[in-house]
């Protein structure tokens, strides 16, 4: 129920991804950058991200989709040579509902290592469990 009073304003915190210092930034282009992930799941997880700030995927313009998709594969090569992974997840978590948590589009590339799960069979299936393992469903 509004009593008349203005809504008290929400403060947000500032968006990581717009605020990041220049030693993050390990590549750039016009329209994106390449960061490691503050937060690895592996050793080189990597970030590539749009310099404007965006929530979608499908909201960059054509010209920025494909700067990121050049700086994606230039950022596995780069960690091809310096980690020497055997595999890749990459991944966007687009939307609160696909669990993005930072309101600015980042995808994920993900070195894998031999061994480092038990069973990496399923990969990003693995977002919703009970429907991963298709191969043991019925």
Known sequence: ?????????Q??????FCTLGSDRIIDSGQHGVV??????ISPGH?????KRHI????????EEQLELMSLLTQAKTVL?????????????????????????LHI????????????PRGGVRWVIPEKADYWNQG
């Not at 129920?1 to 203005?6: C, H, I, L, V």
């Not at 403060?11 to 990581?16: A, D, E, L, T, V």
């Open 55 to 62: 929530g979608s995927f499908f909201e960059l313009a054509t």
């Open 1 to 9: 129920m509004n009593s008349g009073k203005p809504e008290p304003m």
């Open 80 to 104: 091809d040579q310096t980690f020497n992974p055997q595999g890749y997840n990459i991944g966007i978590n687009d939307g609160p509902a696909a669990g993005q948590t930072v309101p600015h």
């Open 108 to 119: 994920h590339l993900i070195p894998r290592y031999t061994g480092d799960q038990a069973d």
């Open 11 to 16: 403060i947000s915190k500032p968006c990581p």
């Open 46 to 50: 990597t970030l590539v991200i749009p």
């Open 35 to 40: 960061i490691r992930d503050g937060f690895p």
